[in-house]
Nanobody, 120 residues
Framework: QVQLEESGGGLVQPGGSLRVSCAAS????????MGWYRQAPGKQRELVAT???????TYADSVKGRFTISRDNAKVTVYLQMNSLKPEDTAVYYC??????????????WGQGTQVTVSS
């Protein structure tokens, strides 16, 4: 069974920084692209950033220059470093990964989400 577990969310003041992590575990053969999405109250879930297995990255325009996505393939973990945080970054942040399990079909997996609140 494959699981994604996020950690590192919390409350931070505007202009502050926070890093969230997402570790994959279970019966994994290999992992392709990984990414972070977020969902604010009353809004649809939106893409924040993605990173391929080779390290290529994409970002939403709203976070370019402030957020950095990275991954540690040995630890099967993806990170999102968030700097210069704004109140509009407040949301539940979800990890997503394209995973080939050792048994079963390749598909997208999601973490349970971690709350990030930017407020003074």
């Amino acid at each position: 069974q494959v699981q994604l577990e996020e950690s590192g969310g919390g409350l931070v003041q505007p202009g502050g920084s926070l890093r969230v992590s997402c570790a994959a575990s279970g019966n994994i053969f290999t992992i392709g692209a990984m990414g972070w999405y977020r969902q604010a109250p009353g809004k649809q879930r939106e893409l924040v950033a993605t990173i391929t297995g080779g390290g290529s990255t994409t970002y939403a325009d709203s976070v370019k220059g402030r957020f950095t996505i990275s991954r540690d393939n040995a630890k099967v973990t993806v990170y999102l470093q968030m700097n210069s945080l704004k109140p509009e970054d407040t949301a539940v942040y979800y990890c997503n990964a394209d995973i080939w399990p050792r048994t079963g079909l390749r598909r997208d997996y999601w973490g349970q989400g971690t709350q990030v609140t930017v407020s003074s």
